[in-house]
């Protein structure tokens, strides 16, 4: 076995070993090339206090971005007997170049690591998160547009309301994933603060310089409070999850929808072969379980934030290997959360769209209101056309005029998609992305 970080004379038990390590290893892959981001910084700025030479800096900085290579492409293992990230990298850079791998530790802890990492690799995803949001609500906004014309009613309590469009429908989507992406937005600016010389969580008498680390790293400021800094752990990973679980939600929801309207009861919408399964018993099936399944999928991903709230709600300040185990549930989760978003990508490109909806009679009764507002045109008091159309409906004697005519923002004949597009675009261009990928493109720079 090899020896940990922290071993002095006392072995380490191994099933205590197994206990405590837990998943970390398979976790930590997740974190490694932000692991060897954060320690060049952290070796640039121990070189410009002088607890480095600029030797040690070269040779250190070096070593460290063949190691990134290495964990970009996949090649980087944690050894067995190796309990995490930070330990191996320090592992592989003792084995290289001796005792100057073994400075690299001088004025931080794995605690300020792990958080460093975690927000390098948070900020990352929350951009690709922000990519593929993006895909889909182009998508939308463009469904939207094409089928714009097309009726369908509206529902309240599932009864029968008033008209709709496949336009509403579409945009309508689009638009709450305008309101994620604000979300999203938030949680990207409270990740992308540098937590990094917070150390173990209560600084350290080196004179590190923060601001330099800071600028390396791309970030917008430090969590400047040390203690602070490692309150940090779980709290970003939880307002991350909930923008998620935003974004979880409307695609839920939008699941919801697909199903029910592709059941024969509704007939408003078929899905593509492809995305409909069969049933081994009855032979007319074709189930959406695609859409059944996102619509599970993003249940759960609803979940995270309260599972993360359950492991950080009673920790007082300080760290605690609580913490740890935080990462299993929420590292994976943006892989399964862009999942989801390519499958809704295809379906949503691919839906058949049913045009003729409203020519059932069954219909009839969502243009009542239509009727009410046209005698209210015509000069009669709302309340008084309200009574005369349900008394000819009472009569069975309304019939419909199926011509709908909305003309207000955000209605059937003006979808403002243009202004919700702007908004968007808007939004999407605050994060401001380009801004760390300098500074990464600079740190990376033989
Ligand atoms: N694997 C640990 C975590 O994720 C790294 C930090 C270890 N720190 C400690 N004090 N044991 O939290």
């Known amino acids: 076995m090899a020896s940990k970080l922290w071993e002095k004379n006392i072995q380490v038990d191994h099933d205590v070993e197994t206990y405590t390590v837990g998943r970390d290893r398979e976790m930590d892959l ?38 990134y290579a290495d964990a970009v492409a996949g090649r980087f293992v944690i050894e067995d007997g190796v309990e995490d990230v930070h330990s191996q990298v320090e592992l592989l850079l003792t084995r290289k170049l001796g005792d100057i791998g073994k400075k690299i530790h001088s004025g931080r802890s794995r605690n300020d690591q792990v958080l460093v990492d975690l927000r390098l690799f948070i900020r990352s995803r929350i951009e690709t998160l922000a990519d593929a949001v993006t895909r889909l609500f182009n998508i939308l906004i463009e469904q939207s547009e094409r089928y714009a014309e097309v009726l369908m009613p509206g529902y309240t309590h599932l009864q029968v309301a008033m008209p709709s469009s496949f336009g509403l429908w579409f945009g309508a989507y689009a638009e709450s994933l305008l309101d994620d992406l604000t979300v999203l937005q938030a949680a990207y600016k409270v990740t992308n603060r540098n937590p990094l010389g917070s150390a173990a969580g209560y600084g350290s008498s080196f004179p590190l310089d923060r601001r330099m680390t800071t600028r390396l790293l791309g970030f917008e400021s430090m969590d400047y409070n040390v203690v602070y800094a490692q309150m940090g752990r779980g709290k970003t990973e939880r307002i991350v999850s909930q923008a998620m679980a935003s974004i979880a939600a409307t695609i839920a929801k939008l699941a919801f929808d697909a199903c029910m309207f592709s059941s024969q009861n509704f007939g408003f919408i078929k899905l593509s072969d492809e995305y409909t399964t069969g049933s081994s018993i009855m032979p007319h099936k074709k189930n959406p379980d695609v859409f059944e399944l996102t619509r599970a999928k993003c249940n759960k991903l609803q979940a995270l934030p309260y599972e993360i709230t359950l492991i950080t709600n009673n920790l007082p300040s300080g760290y605690f290997r609580d913490l740890q185990l935080i990462k299993e549930n929420f590292l994976p989760a943006f892989d399964e959360l862009e999942a989801v978003i390519d499958m809704v990508c295809s379906m949503i490109s691919e839906i058949k769209v049913n045009c003729n909806i409203l020519d059932d009679s069954r219909y009839d009764l969502i243009f009542s209101v239509e009727e009410v507002n046209r005698l209210v045109c015509e000069g009669m008091p709302f309340r008084d056309a309200y009574k005369a159309v349900g008394l000819k409906i009472e009569r069975g004697e309304f019939v419909p005029d199926k011509h709908v005519s909305h003309t207000h923002d955000g209605s059937i004949g003006n979808l403002c998609n243009d202004s919700i597009k702007a908004l968007y675009d808007k939004t999407l261009s605050d994060f401001g992305f380009d801004k760390y990928h300098k500074a990464i493109d600079e740190l990376l720079k033989a």
Not at 41 to 58: D, F, I, K, N, R
């Open 30 to 67: 997740y974190l490694a090339p932000y692991d060897l981001l954060g320690s060049m910084a952290h070796v640039m700025m121990l070189g410009s206090v002088g607890l480095l030479t600029s030797e040690e800096v070269t040779i250190l900085t070096a070593a460290l971005r063949e190691i």
